[in-house]
């Protein structure tokens, strides 16, 4: 198996773990503690893109603070322009739009519903 075949067995994976939690996370939120679960929930999957798309920890070291130090939905929603942006430097931007496009659907019931649409719009 060559390095694209690897790739690609793991970027489907990928999108099947995304499209797997955001099932899970479909219901209404009901509690601080259930968003903080779901902040961090969305928060480990731009790191598990951003840490997929680069190689080395230089590459991802300004956008890896802000994201870590993110601690509101709508802070991880704006770094989603900043991920595509980073992971577009290193593996182009159709593969970063894709990536951020899996990680939008996370947002779903955080973020007003008018932003998924505007998000979807661009895609």
Same mark, same amino acid.
């Given at each position: 198996m060559?390095?694209h ?6 970027r ?5 773990k995304f ?14 503690d259930?968003?903080e679960?779901?902040?961090e929930?969305? %928060?480990s999957?731009m +790191?598990?893109? /951003? *840490?997929?798309a680069?190689?080395?920890?230089? $590459?991802r ?6 994201l ?5 939905i709508?802070t991880?929603w704006y ?12 593996i182009?931007?159709?593969e970063?739009m894709e %990536?951020v496009?899996? +990680?939008?659907? /996370? *947002? ?6 008018? $932003?998924l ?7």
């Open positions: 060559n390095l075949q690897q790739r690609e067995i793991m489907r994976w990928k999108i099947s499209a797997t939690s955001f099932m899970g996370l479909r219901s209404d939120i009901s509690s601080d259930k968003l679960s779901r902040i929930e969305v %928060r999957a +790191l598990d893109a /951003l *840490f997929d680069l190689e080395s920890d230089a $590459q070291s300004l956008l890896l603070i802000k870590r130090g993110a601690t509101e709508q991880l770094l989603r322009s900043d991920l595509v942006a980073t992971i577009s430097e290193y182009g931007e159709s970063a %990536r496009g899996i +990680l939008t659907d /996370l *947002f779903r019931g955080m973020v007003p519903a008018q $932003q649409l505007s998000a979807r719009r661009r895609r």
